[in-house]
């Protein structure tokens, strides 16, 4: 009878890792740093659970996809008790049991019409190590719900845009801001300085008739002195 195949192992309880939680960065390097010269076996308890195997191997998967990471030579222990003997070797995982922060694949999309009274409404975009929620923040200065902005009347003649958070166990990451929506209108601003002008422009207007008004009544003043001259 020929001796058993040699096998490096992996339990994954003893390392603390939860795959129902993302993998973290230093687990998926730990996994490489293992399986260059064969294959890691890895274990768990829970591999008694019905689809368990495709689970956990989704689970790694879908780590290696958020670090742009190139494949593992990894494969699962049989179901059953965790294998022992002269052939196997295990190495022990004593890194981050945290899971890792969120990461932006797709940044989030703003749409709607560009009005005031309109609403804009965002993605959350796509993301890696599954957020478990979101918060929205608008550049506006409108009524903003969840991930809906109603267009107030001082964001006509700007853009709004929003910013994503996602949040997990592992902590929470900003997007890149949204594609901007323009708001038709005239920005606040700049109709307060046109309505300036207007009352400064009328203002000069006024003061100019009164002195143009003036001049009339120096004029008719001035008149009968002349003549009193010429008689004299």
């Known amino acids: 009878?020929?001796?058993p195949m040699p096998m490096t192992l992996l339990d994954l309880d003893a390392a603390g890792l939860d795959p129902t939680q993302p993998a973290p960065a230093e687990f998926i390097q730990f996994l490489y740093d293992n399986s260059r010269s064969s294959y890691l076996t890895l274990w768990s308890a829970r591999l008694a659970e019905p689809d368990a195997a495709t689970k956990i191997t989704r689970w790694i998967n879908d780590a290696?996809?958020?670090y742009h990471a190139r494949s593992l030579q990894t494969q699962m222990a049989p179901v059953g008790d965790k294998p022992a003997g002269a052939n196997v070797t295990e190495v022990t995982y004593s890194g981050s049991t945290t899971p890792a922060a969120p990461v932006c694949v797709d940044v989030p999309y703003l749409g709607?019409?560009?009005?005031?009274?309109?609403?804009?409404?965002?993605?959350?975009?796509n993301w890696g190590n599954t957020p478990t929620s979101y918060t929205y923040?608008?550049?506006g200065g409108g009524v903003a719900t969840g991930n809906n902005y109603v267009v107030a009347e001082s964001d006509a003649g700007t853009s709004v845009t929003c910013v994503?958070?996602?949040t997990n166990a592992g902590g929470t990451t900003a997007a890149p801001p949204s594609n901007a929506i323009a708001i038709a209108g005239v920005a606040a601003d700049a109709s307060a300085h046109t309505r300036a002008s207007s009352h400064t422009s009328s203002t000069a207007a006024r003061h100019a008739?009164?002195?143009?008004?003036?001049d009339t009544?120096?004029?008719?003043?001035?008149?009968p002195q002349r003549a009193t001259t010429r008689d004299t």
């Not at 709607?112 to 975009?125: I, K, N, Q, R, Y």
């Not at 008739?209 to 003036?214: A, F, K, L, T, W």
């Not at 009544?217 to 008149?223: D, G, I, L, N, Y």
């Open 137 to 139: 923040a608008f550049s």
């Open 164 to 166: 994503v958070s996602a």
């Open 209 to 214: 008739d009164e002195r143009s008004g003036d």
């Open 217 to 223: 009544k120096v004029s008719r003043t001035a008149s």
């Open 64 to 66: 290696l996809a958020v």
């Open 112 to 125: 709607g019409t560009g009005a005031v009274g309109e609403t804009l409404s965002v993605t959350m975009g």
């Open 1 to 3: 009878m020929s001796d």
